[in-house]
């Protein structure tokens, strides 16, 4: 087994990809997420260019671990500059990291184009850089910057760079395709041809401009490379970084005589990619290869079909190795395979009748515009509605929401409702940021004193797509509410040519899913407490 080194940027070389933006808190909370899931090398920042990376180091050093694993980046001297005089290496051993990882530039036409110097005047500054960093007792990592485009360029000068960093001590050299434009056969080869020409170890960095990165990187490692350099969820400028968690997967997993990260940290890939991506305030990526919700997702009825005699027939790999979790989709082009699969926690599978009556239901309500695929609490209902075991919590008896503007254009959005809860009528009026959010104001004050429980669950997303287009402003429209609470994250769905009913019928399911999972969870936890008697609707 060859161990390969799993180096993160992605608190710098990530946070550079468009709309992101982490705070020093979520920098830190990431950190220690790294770390206790065994990442070899964290990059924290560059301690010179902001405040927040410099606050960062200070705090970080406190991280358990994180001394000899928190990596500060930066850049070769400055042309003139002795190192001991450069703010960017004063910088460096400010920030107290015990590894430096230093960019430098392989490519010629980047030395005299960009950098403005001489090709001799940039050996220097790599030389020196690194030379002085390990005098300072600092661990050098150096990235060769635009390696390949240099190497195809000026293969002699290329070579001389990195030979200059490990000549000055630099513990690894890693090979960047900073452009992202190398193809897998490239980057094997010419990894191949720079091991074979220094004496110091060599690692990988690519950026996904061709849809690449994971390949060229995995060929890297196959050609010798020690060091895969990338971001979670492949965060990063333009393209993207390459997704170490597509790297991890694929090492640990898919490849032989590779061992990455600690075994217990593979089930965890999951989570983690979704705490990034939480921190990050970015939607998950559905289709992401391992992690995704959609990764292990069958909609095909002739695939669930299979899958539940054999999960090998239609997946690759078992979920549960990276933490994710099979799912079994509902449309029209179901059949009663997905409805066996997904009403299997109901104990309905026996009920040939009821299984087809569900899917008749599926198919007549996706043809008026539902979708059910990211409404799993929608249909979840639609299950106890038709199985008769359904009892509604509450009944509505009338709504109303008004929006007035005033003269300067500022709206104010009221909602009002009218419930029958436990045999009480509850009117309650409430004002929100638009009408859902007044609409789901109203509904917590009518509900809360009865279902405490409410106050845990949160909208967390809301998608209205128009069905018909055709009609023009008298289209359909489908609804899609993401709810969550502390313990699970689940989607419902409304269909009308009124956007506000359709956006009551979803609120009101999200609401109905949420108190029908938590009393079947108290059922479980107290199978001696009896049920509350409700009234139907």
Not at 183 to 201: F, Q, S
Not at 475 to 491: L, T
Request: charged residues 25%; hydrophobic residues 40%.
């Amino acid at each position: 087994m060859r161990r390969i080194q799993i180096y993160d940027t992605t608190l710098r070389d990530g946070s550079q990809g468009e709309g992101v933006s982490f705070s020093l808190q979520d920098k830190l909370l990431i950190a220690r997420r790294l770390l206790e899931l065994g990442f070899d090398y964290i990059e924290g920042g560059y301690p010179l260019s902001n405040d927040k990376d410099a606050q960062f180091f200070a705090r970080a050093a406190q991280l358990p671990g994180g001394q000899g694993r928190i990596c500060a980046f930066g850049m070769t001297r400055r042309k003139g500059l002795p190192p001991e005089d450069d703010p960017g290496m004063k910088a460096l051993l400010a920030s107290g990291a015990g590894v430096v990882t230093l960019v430098g530039k392989t490519s010629d036409f980047h030395v005299t184009e960009v950098l403005r110097v001489s090709l001799e005047e940039n050996l220097a500054m790599i030389a020196d850089s690194v030379r002085y960093l390990r005098s300072q007792g600092r661990q050098v990592i150096y990235d060769a910057e635009h390696f390949f485009d240099g190497w195809k360029a000026n293969r002699s000068y290329a070579v001389r760079t990195v030979q200059a960093a490990a000549d000055a001590g630099a513990s690894l050299v890693v090979l960047c395709d900073t452009n992202g434009g190398s193809m897998p056969e490239e980057v094997a080869e010419l990894t191949r041809a720079v091991i074979g020409e220094l004496p110091t170890p060599v690692g990988i960095h690519c950026h996904n401009d061709c849809e690449l990165a994971v390949a060229n990187s995995l060929a890297a490692v196959d050609a010798g490379a020690v060091q895969v350099q990338g971001t979670i969820n492949g965060l990063g400028e333009r393209c993207g970084n390459v997704d170490l968690i597509s790297v991890v997967a694929n090492l640990a997993f898919k490849k032989q005589g590779y061992e990455v990260l600690t075994s217990d940290s593979l089930p965890r890939l999951t989570e983690l990619s979704r705490y990034v991506y939480e921190l990050a305030n970015m939607n998950f990526r559905q289709n992401q290869a391992f992690v995704g919700q959609s990764a292990f997702a069958h909609k095909g009825g002739m695939h669930v079909h299979a899958v539940a005699r054999a999960a090998s027939s239609y997946e690759h790999m078992t979920p549960e190795a990276v933490g994710n979790e099979r799912r079994f989709l509902v449309s029209e082009l179901s059949g009663r395979s997905n409805i066996m699969a997904l009403t299997a926690k109901h104990h309905l599978e026996n009920d040939r009748e009821l299984m087809d009556k569900i899917l008749a239901h599926v198919v007549t309500l996706e043809n008026q515009g539902y979708q059910f695929e990211a409404a799993e609490g929608s249909f979840d209902l639609l299950v106890k509605r038709l199985a008769g075991t359904y009892r509604p919590h509450f009944e509505r008896l009338n709504f109303h929401v008004s929006v007035e503007a005033d003269r300067e254009g500022a709206a104010t959005t009221e909602a009002t409702v009218k419930l029958r809860v436990a045999g009480e009528i509850r009117h309650e009026v409430a004002e929100g940021d638009g009408p859902v959010n007044a609409l789901d104001a109203a509904l917590r004050k009518a509900l809360l004193s009865i279902y405490p429980s409410l106050a845990d669950m949160h909208l967390v997303d809301y998608k209205v797509r128009v069905i018909n287009s055709e009609a023009a402003t008298a289209a359909g429209v489908r609804v899609v509410i993401e709810s969550r609470d502390e313990r699970d994250v689940w989607g419902t769905v409304g269909v009308s040519e009124n956007i506000i009913e359709a956006s009551w019928m979803a609120l009101v399911d999200s609401i109905e899913y949420k108190l029908c999972k938590d009393e079947a969870a108290e059922v479980v936890t107290k199978p001696s407490r009896p049920a509350e008697v409700v009234p139907h609707q």
